[in-house]
């Protein structure tokens, strides 16, 4: 790890001297002249005295009782009172328009006027105190005509969890030919109170984040946005949606403020602490240099957000081992629009194809071949893409990550540079079906970013300035200044190794949605909830024996309910002395804590009360797969058909990929087996118990782990049995274990008559190799199954359970396999195919020891596999809901 250090250090100095001759290009010329937009309303609501004041940075706002947008006898807005914040509880100089407020117990409403058209509405808050009214008690709503912006919006939480004063919230909404709109403000209940600082209404150029009604000419996707997930789909973005400015980011750069924007007084954030902390060289650079906007109308951005980016560094190699990675938190249960901006203006980009990088919006595929040069016709020209992606309802959460991943491309053929670039993104929210756009509140210990005034915003035009007149006319002291800082770089990166080789310092912290709690010592504070004993009993009723649902080695499982009883749950309550123990508990914890996969369980908590160690799940009303397989006495459940097995088999295989590839640190579940796999209500199977898992870290060279032999006899890998040395491999045997079960209904270890045992893998094989596999079908599927989809999923099958690891698949292709199987079985079933199966008419379906002849589809080479399963690159972030559609 020191030596990898030490390299990074001299490829950080290199990369930084590199970039010095940037300081001959030329400076940027006049800018392009700005939008002005045909409304720009600026209101200083609850303000006293002259009828216009001005901003900090010069912008008159008028004062809103004398204007004719706030008439006093529309409802109550007579009731309203004009308040100041109390300064004396923030010495620090308040500007407007967050010196005074609009406040009311009562509904109150504006009455804008504007011209018809796509605007900008930004509502303006100060959580500071108000004389005889209480912070905590401004809860209330917002709506903009059928819109709803904000629902019981608790100001005081937001402003705690945001750690931000001053704040605002930014929206896009159209105002049809009336020409009016109307903002009304309405306390939750009779002992709130509802509030607003300031107010703006600004134009926006037509169609800047809404879908032309006619497609551009060459427009490549018709009318509407690229769909993530969903292939040759595309979402409209119409007058009639309302969107919500989540995050817009200057990528790389620093805040720029509204006055510097291109006429409509748009805030670009720092990208803050949303860059993912476990990069190693993530370079910010910044050029002063011309902007060509070809592609681009001028008012799409500031030219200073083109004019820096975040990109990987020089070593090629080193870039293909981690992706630049950004997580936002957002709210779950809404589609958002991604305006991703880029623009090249490296050197050694000169050409289509120099750099070609993949694109991944939530871990699924947005651009398999991002070409920035390709798409903007040249350098120094700036180009954006957009997307739509949903981020589904999350039942135990009201904020999760939407990722926006960079990959260099790992195909060196296919690129000239193996490098990305971004230089600016936006985020907004969609209204759902009902018009809202309003999320819950945080939870009070979170620290999300929001739209606040970033607090360099006043020094940014000036420091802007002195750095041009300053970096211009001193390249050499600026040569000198470059080595000494290098010369600190280096040292840094030598002298903050501990003695066991790793470095102690991180690059970048992150803090976002984070916890402050802590749940236990060791155990991970983000997710986890800590239940006490007492309501884990209140929950099963003490321990009822009638709520016992599942009985194992390590304890019994009951049936519970949380929250006022609204919640099932299941309650895994581990005996002490028990296979599992207290390294299990704690593994199980720290595993699934860190995990959020719809084909992994969720962990909804614990309790370590004495020698009780106690795991809460969500509730799988279904059972365990093998019930449904061949379940003993009361257990057996009415037997699944092909598809359900099919689509359960595909999302193990799901779960499995995500741990083995998209999380940061190879996960090897270890005890795979269909007592594991539990179904919920909608038959989504999940992947369970992560007590024997493995965690293989990045650090070291070994693509396995040296570890005691555990599992379960059955699904026990032998390779893995025999040396000892776990991989991924020995999760892909497991499941074609139960691949073997899905298909004969038969257990992992057969008990014959004679009183042995019978591998159930072994039997596949030999029956494999006789073409007598028909014959261990599970009678309730034999007739159902088409013949081209068992014979792809025997395939896959035989292929996962050889005794060389080196010769299984990795998960990915299992995956795509399994898919393809499912593909060929719903053909077959448009076409109404019903054929019974048998091996004797597939001559070329055996494997000659395990691999595939000739004639037969690989699932993948032996050479393959271990290139994909040994080499985590950015594969290893593609989770499975990504289709690979040339490797089909």
Request: include cysteine; aromatic fraction near 10%; charged fraction near 20%.
């Amino acid at each position: 790890m020191a030596s990898f250090e030490i390299e990074h250090a001299y490829a950080t100095i290199l990369f930084t001297l590199f970039y010095l001759q940037f300081l001959s290009l030329p400076i940027a010329g006049d800018s392009p002249p700005a939008y002005i937009p045909t409304d720009d309303i600026a209101l200083d609501c609850g303000s006293y005295g002259a009828s216009i004041v001005y901003g900090g940075n010069g912008r008159p706002w008028a004062n809103d009782f004398t204007t004719k947008f706030f008439p006093s006898n529309y409802h109550h807005n007579s009731k309203s009172v004009s308040v100041a914040a109390e300064e004396k509880q923030f010495p620090s100089a308040i500007e407007v328009p967050y010196i005074n407020a609009r406040l009311s117990r009562f509904q109150f409403t504006y009455l804008i006027t504007v011209s018809p058209g796509q605007k900008f509405v930004r509502l303006h808050f100060n959580s500071a105190p108000f004389s005889n009214f209480q912070p905590h008690k401004a809860v209330f709503s917002v709506t903009a005509g059928l819109y709803t912006l904000l629902r019981d919006f608790n100001v005081d939480v937001h402003a705690d969890a945001s750690g931000a004063t001053e704040f605002f919230r930014e929206y896009c909404v159209y105002v049809d030919e009336k020409g009016v709109l109307d903002l009304t403000f309405t306390p939750t209940d009779q002992d709130s109170y509802a509030f607003i600082s300031g107010i703006e209404i600004v134009s926006m150029p037509t169609n800047l984040y809404y879908t032309p009604p006619e497609p551009e000419p060459n427009d490549e996707g018709g009318r509407g946005l690229k769909l993530i997930g969903h292939n040759n789909q595309f979402f409209p973005i119409e007058n009639y949606t309302s969107l919500e400015t989540v995050y817009r980011m200057n990528i790389g750069g620093r805040a720029i403020a509204p006055e510097e924007d291109t006429g409509m007084f748009r805030t670009w954030s720092e990208e803050s602490n949303l860059l993912d902390a476990y990069i190693y060289n993530a370079q910010p650079f910044s050029l002063s240099m011309h902007i060509n906007y070809t592609k681009t109308p001028p008012y799409t951005a500031p030219e200073d957000l083109y004019r820096t980016a975040r990109s990987m560094g020089p070593n090629s190699t080193l870039n293909k081992s981690y992706n630049l990675t950004w997580e936002y938190p957002v709210h779950p249960g809404f589609f958002y629009m991604l305006r991703l901006h880029f623009c090249e203006f490296e050197p050694e980009i000169t050409d289509r194809n120099d750099r070609v990088f993949l694109i991944y919006i939530g871990d699924m595929i947005a651009e398999q071949s991002a070409d920035v040069f390709r798409w903007a016709g040249g350098k120094y020209n700036p180009i954006h893409r957009d997307y739509v992606v949903n981020v589904p309802i999350s039942k135990h959460e009201n904020r999760v990550n939407l990722s926006v991943k960079l990959q260099a491309n790992p195909k060196d053929f296919l690129t000239r540079f193996t490098n990305v670039i971004m230089n600016g993104i936006e985020i907004f929210k969609l209204n759902d079906s009902s018009g809202n756009l309003a999320g819950q509140n945080p939870d009070i210990h979170l620290n999300t970013p929001t739209q606040s005034l970033p607090p360099s915003i006043s020094q940014s035009k000036n420091s802007k300035s002195k750095a041009v007149i300053i970096i211009v006319p001193t390249v050499g002291g600026g040569v000198v200044a470059l080595l000494a800082l290098s010369v600190f770089v280096f040292r840094t990166f030598t002298n903050k190794s501990s003695s066991d080789g790793t470095s102690k310092r991180a690059l970048y912290s992150i803090s976002t949605n984070k916890s402050s709690k802590s749940c236990s010592t060791n155990i991970p504070s983000d997710t986890c909830h800590y239940f006490s004993l007492r309501q884990i009993k209140a929950a099963t009723k003490d321990f009822a024996d009638a709520l016992i649902i599942g009985v194992g080695g390590f304890g019994n499982v009951y049936k519970g309910y949380i929250g006022n009883a609204a919640t099932q749950v299941a309650i895994k309550r581990l005996k002490p002395g028990s296979r599992q123990g207290e390294k299990e508990f704690k593994t199980e914890i720290e595993m699934l804590s860190q995990l959020r996969h719809v084909h992994l369980v969720s962990l909804i908590g614990y309790c370590n009360d004495g020698i009780e160690m106690i795991l809460v799940y969500d509730y799988m009303s279904r059972g365990t797969l093998k019930n449904h397989l061949y379940g003993d006495g009361d257990e057996q459940q009415q037997p699944l058909t092909w598809e359900q097995r099919l689509q359960i088999c595909i999302g193990v295989a799901k779960g499995l990929h995500y741990l083995h590839t998209g999380v940061k640190h190879t996960i090897i579940h270890r005890d795979i087996k269909s007592t594991n796999i539990l179904l919920d209500e909608k038959w989504v199977a999940k992947v369970s118990d992560f007590g024997l898992s493995k965690a293989r870290l990045e650090s070291t060279s070994k693509a396995h782990v040296s570890t005691v032999v555990k599992g379960s006899f059955g699904y026990l890998d032998p390779e893995y049995y025999r040396l000892q040395k776990l991989t991924e491999k020995s999760d892909v045997y497991s499941f074609g274990v139960v691949l073997c079960e899905v298909l004969c209904a038969r257990p992992a270890l057969i008990h014959t008559e004679d009183e042995t045992s019978l591998l159930l893998a072994e039997l596949v094989r030999r029956c494999y190799r006789e073409k007598t596999v028909d014959q261990i079908i599970d009678s309730n599927i034999k007739n159902e199954i088409a013949p081209e989809c068992f014979r792809k999923f025997i395939q896959i099958t035989v292929s996962c359970i050889q005794d060389n690891g080196n010769k299984r698949p990795s998960m990915k292709d299992v995956l795509q396999g399994l898919e393809f199987a499912s593909q060929l079985q719903e053909s077959s079933k448009k076409l109404g195919i019903v054929e019974l199966i048998c091996l004797e008419n597939y001559d070329g379906l055996l494997f000659e020891e395990g691999i595939s002849s000739n004639k037969t589809e690989v699932v993948t080479s032996s050479n393959e596999s271990s290139s994909i399963s040994h080499n985590k690159g950015m594969s290893g972030a593609v989770f499975s809901e990504i289709k690979d559609l040339q490797a089909r």
